[in-house]
């Protein structure tokens, strides 16, 4: 290996904040996460980069508790097991916008200049194994002030974009630095055919891919690994996190989590997709409806006002309004299951585990207990009897009082 790397962690003003400056998020990511991911995608693995932090040094240390490789100093100085090989690049914890290619494009220009130390503005540098010299300075402006008076050969990257050099020194500097990155993420996504009537509200974060002639709508924030069809519609007030969307779905003010959704979906509005749901195509869901960890057949219609949680639904299934599927009993979950074209009437609760047989229906008001088993082509009625009970003692005296 002849690359390391010492990102500096307490740059930065002193900031109102509990967190260390490197925990601070652009679109959704800690500054960290940016840095590190351009310094691997230069070449250089966890095992050759140390962070240099003192204050909030246990936040950033349990955050990073997974990559083993790396290495903590409280002090630069520290740091001289990395600058055996032979080039060092030391940079910033809050330039998240120096980039895998800006730090690749700086090396070769640091080696083909043979330069001592190669700058990238004032965000990163490059630095000769031989520059740095014992012992290591305390800090990048120190090492670079040490390198000239020695004689060394220095020099600095052109940069063409000035949005590469930005920083985040306060809250302030942060949110422009999330505006900055909201609207080259925009501006990737205009070019690959996606439609905005609006920027307003609209957060998507770096790895989310959308096809095109979908529509994203104000309010709309996209998350994580998510992945959208073309000709889409999603939004206005809409919450998409690691999810799976096919093409020609609308979500209308929908937060789903980790669901797969296939094609065709409608949904909306006020609807929440928790983990594990999958949407099979076809399937349209009313609002006010939440479903949890249940597989739902193509071209089934979940109205309005019903939860499903722990589910296997069939295809061409209808729901009336409010129904429950109840899975769990205070102690432990159950499944329920419901086949193909059944009828699930208004107010139906389904206490798991239950089935539900191909071609059934369920009367309005019908509960339906553990452990019951519906036949195919049969209708389950379960209401208790009806009484009146008139001149009702509780009445008279509630009108009397008032």
């Known amino acids: 290996m002849n690359y390391s790397a010492i990102i500096l962690a307490d740059c930065g003003r002193q ?18 996460d940016w840095v590190l991911e351009s310094v691997n995608g230069a070449g250089i693995d966890d095992e050759h980069i140390g962070i240099v932090i003192n204050s909030g040094a246990e936040i950033l240390k349990e955050y990073l508790s997974g990559r083993e490789g790396i290495r903590f100093y409280k002090k630069m100085s520290e740091a001289k097991e990395l600058t055996d090989c032979g080039n060092v690049l030391i940079m910033s914890a809050n330039t998240p916008f120096v980039n895998c290619d800006t730090l690749a494009a700086a090396l070769n220009e640091h080696t083909f200049s043979g330069n001592d130390v190669t700058g990238i503005g004032f965000a990163a540098y490059w630095f000769s ?42 809250r302030a500097d942060l949110l422009r630095l999330n505006i900055t990155a909201k609207m080259a993420v925009i501006g990737k996504l205009l070019d690959e055919g996606v439609e905005f009537v609006s920027t307003d509200g609209i ?11 979908t529509v994203i709508l104000p309010g709309t924030i996209l998350r994580g690994n998510t992945v959208i069809g073309e000709e889409c519609v999603i939004g206005p007030n809409t919450i998409i996190e690691n999810c799976t969307v096919g093409n020609g779905v609308i979500l209308n003010s929908v937060q789903a989590y980790e669901a797969k959704i296939a094609d065709r979906v409608k949904a909306g509005p006020f609807v929440q997709l928790r983990p594990g749901t999958v949407l099979h195509e076809g399937v349209k869901i009313g609002d006010f409806v939440e479903i949890k960890n249940s597989e739902i057949g193509v071209n089934t219609a979940v109205a309005h006002l019903t939860y499903l949680g722990d589910s296997d639904v069939g295809k061409g299934v ?29 107010n139906t609760n389904l206490v798991a585990p239950v089935e539900i047989g191909e071609n059934a229906a369920t009367a309005a008001g019908s509960t339906v207990t553990k452990h019951d088993i519906v036949p195919p082509d049969s209708l389950v009625y379960q209401r208790a009897e009806t009484k009146i009970i008139e001149n009702w003692e509780h009445n008279s005296k509630r009108v009397k009082k008032a």
């Open 129 to 170: 194994s031989r520059a740095l010299g014992r012992p290591l300075p305390e800090s990048a402006a120190d090492a670079v002030a040490a390198a000239a008076a020695n004689g060394g050969k220095t020099g600095a990257l052109d940069i063409q974009d000035p949005n590469i050099l930005l920083t985040a020194d306060s």
């Open 203 to 213: 957060i998507i974060e770096k790895n989310v891919k959308v096809g095109r002639d």
């Open 318 to 346: 209808n729901f009336g309004c409010g129904c429950v599927t109840a899975n769990y009993d205070g102690v432990n979950k159950f499944r329920t299951k419901i086949g193909d074209n059944a009828f699930i009437g208004c």
């Open 15 to 32: 900031t109102n904040s509990r967190k260390p400056l490197a925990m601070w998020e652009v679109l959704g990511e800690p500054l960290i």
